[in-house]
């Protein structure tokens, strides 16, 4: 009974509740679509970002990625190996041996970064035979390189060309490479196109005079989400002489962008959600101030101020609820277009998505925590404003209160 | 004859530091079970602040007030809550309905906080507003309700718990007089067949000629009491 009252009363004034609850379920259905919106893109920058290179994270020799040399690589160990694949969320690994070197041709010399892959692996993490623009993919048990255009080009080198590598090898003597060029590789990435070579891993090793060794496992994930989880576990068990690095940790300023961006929208959707509480808070108010009577009443009659407090935050939460609820049947439908449809730039947005490879599309992401989070952060909000009313109905005076 | 209300030497002053208002000057009253008794004198006399007192809303500045042996200024305010709840039924002059409830769900209200039975609660409320005569406006909210038929349910309401005795403040004043002697002549029903023991305040001739026993206030003191001049004469 007291539950059908509270259901009851909102209705009274229906048409005060009705513009309370669309302005609740508006703010949902904004703040919904501004997270989701907001994380799907983030969300797909990244996942390009880290198909291109990186991975979502990478286990080196400990101290490699303060500094990059043979020096720092290790023996790889099926049993690390074995427990790496084996993390749960872990979807793909790829053994990586990389060294800089000099590249030359003719009177030409250029500096570049040779990375020794198993093709196979390879090509499960970062889909590099889809870059290459001429040619074919590496096979692992025959000579050859995979050259970026920029490379190539600056070296005057052509498919089926020779490339000359020069560098030194893990026991600090010269190690000489020539190899044939089997495909030319384009990268949106400036920095990759002008200087990134690819070479069977085992080759590496041999010519890098580093059998068996490897710089870097390069992890993929089965699901974005699942990385912190996924670092944690490699950050206690693999053994010391090891370090897992997420990509946040490899490209820092790229995770100190997203969590700015992140934050101005938080600190929208908190002034969103301060002018909703306005809107909450003057309803509640004028129930409150317009009920004083009845209150009273229902206190002498013989009903504690608490079993009246219950029906005042009952009113509350049906008020929040059905908006909030109004807010996610409207936002789901809208999400689920974002994500479908995602919003597709020009202009210089688009030419500098263009220069990284990148399709300068928009995509939402649907995912259930969202809309569950922004309900939350409505009702929360409501509760507390419920707060007030309920202090004042606990302290009650029957006599008075029936005197307004 | 059983003692319901045993008021002692009641006496309220409003603000009693600033500009005092003597509302009530050392009342003694005693009611019996079963009595129709008018509280009568012109307004501003005290009557409400004398109700409220009895009925354990208001606190007496002075005095004590014995109701079925309980002295009520010794509970606790969540006790006197509960004992209202379980001994004393009230009917305002207004405003005594909940107005998101039908007829019957106002009366049913008052025996669910006494955590009543459900079968119980249907039986009593059919047959008391059958008794109010308003068997056909069970499911009538009360703004669907004239202002004699929404008192009506409120007597219904005060009988539905079974209390002690009801305390009625001016329950006419808003009344047309056909629906003043309606609402009077369920009352003395009530009171003939529940058994049920009556004080209501009231300034209106009439009502006063249907009350048993009248007490007269002025000015916060009981001028004269019918019980007592009749055991005189
Ligand atoms: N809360 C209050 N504060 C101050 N004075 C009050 C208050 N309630 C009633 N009074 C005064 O007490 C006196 C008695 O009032 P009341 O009991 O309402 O009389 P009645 O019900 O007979 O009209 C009046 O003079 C009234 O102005
Ligand atoms: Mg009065």
């Given at each position: 009974m007291l539950l059908k009252l509270a259901w009851r009363?909102?209705?009274?004034?229906?048409?005060?509740?009705?513009?309370?609850?669309?302005?609740?379920?508006?703010?949902?259905?904004?703040?919904?679509?501004?997270?989701?919106?907001?994380?799907?893109?983030?969300?797909?920058?990244?996942?390009?970002?880290?198909?291109?290179?990186?991975?979502?994270?990478?286990?080196?020799?400990?101290?490699?990625?303060?500094?990059?040399?043979?020096?720092?690589?290790?023996?790889?160990?099926?049993?690390?190996?074995?427990?790496?694949?084996?993390?749960?969320?872990?979807?793909?690994?790829?053994?990586?041996?990389?060294?800089?070197?000099?590249?030359?041709?003719?009177?030409?010399?250029?500096?570049?970064?040779?990375?020794?892959?198993?093709?196979?692996?390879?090509?499960?993490?970062?889909?590099?035979?889809?870059?290459?623009?001429?040619?074919?993919?590496?096979?692992?048990?025959?000579?050859?390189?995979?050259?970026?255009?920029?490379?190539?080009?600056?070296?005057?080198?052509?498919?089926?060309?020779?490339?000359?590598?020069?560098?030194?090898?893990?026991?600090?003597?010269?190690?000489?490479?020539?190899?044939?060029?089997?495909?030319?590789?384009?990268?949106?990435?400036?920095?990759?196109?002008?200087?990134?070579?690819?070479?069977?891993?085992?080759?590496?090793?041999?010519?890098?005079?580093?059998?068996?060794?490897?710089?870097?496992?390069?992890?993929?994930?089965?699901?974005?989400?699942?990385?912190?989880?996924?670092?944690?576990?490699?950050?206690?068990?693999?053994?010391?002489?090891?370090?897992?690095?997420?990509?946040?940790?490899?490209?820092?300023?790229?995770?100190?962008?997203?969590?700015?961006?992140?934050?101005?929208?938080?600190?929208?959707?908190?002034?969103?959600?301060?002018?909703?509480?306005?809107?909450?808070?003057?309803?509640?108010?004028?129930?409150?101030?317009?009920?004083?009577?009845?209150?009273?009443?229902?206190?002498?009659?013989?009903?504690?101020?608490?079993?009246?407090?219950?029906?005042?935050l009952a009113e509350t939460v049906f008020l929040t609820l059905c908006g909030s609820l109004a807010g996610l049947l409207l936002s789901y439908p809208l999400v689920w277009y974002l994500a479908e449809h995602p919003i597709q730039l020009g202009g210089d947005m688009a030419e500098i998505y263009a220069k990284f490879g990148f399709e300068a599309i928009f995509p939402a992401t649907i995912k259930a925590k969202i809309f569950i989070d922004q309900t939350l952060v409505v009702l929360i909000v409501g509760l507390v404003l419920a707060i007030y009313p309920v202090w004042r109905v606990l302290r009650l005076n029957a006599v008075e209160a029936m005197r307004h | 004859m059983q003692t319901v209300i045993d008021a002692h030497n009641i006496s309220k002053v409003y603000n009693p530091d600033t500009i005092p208002v003597h509302a009530v000057n050392n009342v003694h009253l005693h009611l019996n079970r079963g009595e129709f008794t008018a509280l009568v004198g012109p307004s501003g006399s005290g009557k409400t602040t004398l109700l409220n007192i009895i009925g354990g809303l208001d606190a007496p500045s002075e005095g004590q007030v014995v109701i079925n042996g309980v002295d009520i200024s010794n509970l606790k305010p969540n006790q006197l809550i509960d004992f209202r709840l379980h001994n004393i039924g009230f009917v305002f002059q207004a405003f005594n309905l909940i107005p998101v409830l039908t007829a019957s769900e106002n009366v049913e209200f008052i025996m669910l906080l006494q955590k009543k039975p459900k079968a119980e609660r249907n039986k009593r409320v059919q047959e008391l507003l059958a008794s109010v005569g308003l068997s056909d406006k069970l499911d009538a909210r009360p703004n669907q309700l004239s202002g004699g038929q929404q008192q009506r349910v409120a007597v219904a309401r005060a009988l539905a718990s079974r209390p002690q005795f009801i305390l009625a403040d001016e329950p006419t004043a808003n009344l047309d007089s056909h629906s003043a002697a309606t609402l009077l002549d369920i009352m003395e029903k009530m009171n003939r067949e529940e058994d049920v023991t009556f004080l209501f305040s009231t300034h209106d001739q009439r009502v006063i000629d249907r009350a048993r026993r009248v007490i007269t206030l002025v000015d916060g003191r009981i001028e004269s009491d019918s019980a007592e001049t009749q055991i005189k004469h």
């Amino acid at each position: 009974m007291l539950l059908k009252l509270a259901w009851r009363n909102i209705w009274r004034n229906r048409n005060r509740s009705l513009i309370t609850m669309s302005a609740i379920a508006s703010a949902v259905l904004l703040a919904v679509a501004t997270v989701s919106l907001q994380q799907g893109v983030w969300g797909h920058l990244i996942k390009n970002l880290v198909s291109l290179y990186t991975g979502y994270a990478q286990v080196h020799a400990k101290g490699y990625w303060e500094e990059q040399t043979l020096e720092n690589s290790f023996e790889i160990d099926k049993a690390v190996e074995q427990q790496v694949a084996g993390t749960a969320g872990v979807n793909a690994i790829a053994h990586r041996l990389e060294s800089f070197a000099l590249a030359s041709s003719g009177d030409k010399t250029r500096g570049c970064l040779v990375v020794g892959i198993n093709p196979s692996e390879e090509e499960r993490l970062t889909q590099l035979s889809q870059k290459i623009q001429s040619g074919h993919m590496l096979k692992s048990d025959q000579d050859g390189a995979l050259v970026a255009e920029g490379l190539a080009e600056k070296l005057d080198l052509k498919l089926g060309d020779t490339l000359v590598l020069l560098t030194q090898s893990f026991y600090g003597s010269t190690a000489a490479m020539k190899t044939p060029i089997r495909g030319l590789l384009h990268f949106g990435s400036p920095d990759l196109n002008n200087q990134i070579a690819y070479i069977p891993i085992n080759r590496a090793q041999y010519w890098l005079d580093a059998s068996g060794r490897a710089t870097s496992l390069v992890v993929g994930l089965e699901r974005p989400e699942n990385l912190p989880a996924v670092a944690r576990s490699l950050k206690n068990s693999l053994p010391k002489t090891f370090e897992a690095l997420t990509w946040k940790e490899m490209m820092p300023e790229i995770n100190q962008h997203i969590e700015a961006d992140s934050a101005g929208m938080y600190i929208m959707l908190g002034v969103l959600y301060l002018l909703i509480a306005f809107g909450i808070f003057s309803t509640l108010l004028m129930m409150l101030a317009e009920r004083q009577r009845e209150f009273g009443m229902l206190n002498a009659l013989g009903m504690q101020p608490w079993s009246i407090a219950r029906v005042v935050l009952a009113e509350t939460v049906f008020l929040t609820l059905c908006g909030s609820l109004a807010g996610l049947l409207l936002s789901y439908p809208l999400v689920w277009y974002l994500a479908e449809h995602p919003i597709q730039l020009g202009g210089d947005m688009a030419e500098i998505y263009a220069k990284f490879g990148f399709e300068a599309i928009f995509p939402a992401t649907i995912k259930a925590k969202i809309f569950i989070d922004q309900t939350l952060v409505v009702l929360i909000v409501g509760l507390v404003l419920a707060i007030y009313p309920v202090w004042r109905v606990l302290r009650l005076n029957a006599v008075e209160a029936m005197r307004h | 004859m059983q003692t319901v209300i045993d008021a002692h030497n009641i006496s309220k002053v409003y603000n009693p530091d600033t500009i005092p208002v003597h509302a009530v000057n050392n009342v003694h009253l005693h009611l019996n079970r079963g009595e129709f008794t008018a509280l009568v004198g012109p307004s501003g006399s005290g009557k409400t602040t004398l109700l409220n007192i009895i009925g354990g809303l208001d606190a007496p500045s002075e005095g004590q007030v014995v109701i079925n042996g309980v002295d009520i200024s010794n509970l606790k305010p969540n006790q006197l809550i509960d004992f209202r709840l379980h001994n004393i039924g009230f009917v305002f002059q207004a405003f005594n309905l909940i107005p998101v409830l039908t007829a019957s769900e106002n009366v049913e209200f008052i025996m669910l906080l006494q955590k009543k039975p459900k079968a119980e609660r249907n039986k009593r409320v059919q047959e008391l507003l059958a008794s109010v005569g308003l068997s056909d406006k069970l499911d009538a909210r009360p703004n669907q309700l004239s202002g004699g038929q929404q008192q009506r349910v409120a007597v219904a309401r005060a009988l539905a718990s079974r209390p002690q005795f009801i305390l009625a403040d001016e329950p006419t004043a808003n009344l047309d007089s056909h629906s003043a002697a309606t609402l009077l002549d369920i009352m003395e029903k009530m009171n003939r067949e529940e058994d049920v023991t009556f004080l209501f305040s009231t300034h209106d001739q009439r009502v006063i000629d249907r009350a048993r026993r009248v007490i007269t206030l002025v000015d916060g003191r009981i001028e004269s009491d019918s019980a007592e001049t009749q055991i005189k004469h």
